[in-house]
T-cell receptor, first 107, second 114 residues
Framework: KNEVEQSPQNLTAQEGEFITINCSYS?????LHWLQQHPGGGIVSLFM???GKKKHGRLIATINIQEKHSSLHITASHPRDSAVYIC?????????FGTGTSLTVIP | NAGVTQTPKFQVLKTGQSMTLQCAQD?????MYWYRQDPGMGLRLIYY???????DKGEVPNGYNVSRLNKREFSLRLESAAPSQTSVYFC?????????????FGAGSRLTVL
């Protein structure tokens, strides 16, 4: 059983499209993280949120605690957004990770 | 820059050889973690350390040992490497701020066991 489920697993978009990646979790959490990993690269934190909505540039993250669901939106997608996006939650004393969504943005 | 530093970035071993992955953080975080990342399986926890002097097994601890040398450093040792340990390894650290746990990763170490 996976504590964190992401969808879709793979996503291909044309440059400029609006993109949504979804994350559902089954455990009680204090915060949810969205992470980004470029091919062959390290993992960087995009957002940490425990309620509502956060925005950073073209990226928007929302969370609904009651429904145990979060979404990551990318507006006006660009080829440099091509990466794996990982949802993670903190519960108990450890983090649980989704398997990631691989996004490819085509020029 | 503040963050998590792990070494080496790349390593090739022969089956049965040993090695230690080093990790250090300068953010004064209490918790540190070692994960492995394999295609299609996401990040899996090998060991973690909630504070200096404590370590606990994660999901996939077999074949690994760890040492929390001090608050800054958390090393991962492979005593007798096996091809199944070919993976990308990430060290991470975490601390609770304002009711939530921030999480910072190292750049990763790519290990190949022949």
């Amino acid at each position: 059983k996976n504590e964190v489920e992401q969808s879709p697993q793979n996503l291909t978009a044309q440059e400029g499209e609006f993109i949504t990646i979804n994350c559902s979790y089954s455990v009680g959490i204090s915060a949810l993280h969205w992470l980004q990993q470029h091919p062959g690269g390290g993992i960087v934190s995009l957002f940490m949120l425990s309620s509502g909505k956060k925005k950073h540039g073209r990226l928007i993250a929302t969370i609904n605690i009651q429904e145990k669901h979060s979404s990551l939106h990318i507006t006006a997608s660009h080829p440099r957004d091509s990466a794996v996006y990982i949802c993670a939650v903190y519960s108990g004393n450890q983090f649980y990770f989704g398997t990631g969504t691989s996004l490819t943005v085509i020029p | 820059n503040a963050g998590v530093t792990q070494t080496p970035k790349f390593q090739v071993l022969k089956t049965g050889q040993s090695m230690t992955l080093q990790c250090a953080q300068d953010m004064n975080h209490n918790s540190m973690y070692w994960y492995r990342q394999d295609p299609g399986m996401g990040l899996r926890l090998i060991y973690y350390s909630a504070s200096e002097g404590t370590t606990d097994k994660g999901e996939v601890p077999n074949g690994y040992n760890v040492s929390r040398l001090n608050k800054r450093e958390f090393s991962l040792r492979l005593e007798s490497a096996a091809p199944s340990q070919t993976s990308v390894y990430f060290c991470a650290s975490s601390e609770r701020f304002s009711g939530a746990n921030v999480l910072t990763f190292g750049a990763g170490s790519r290990l190949t066991v022949l």
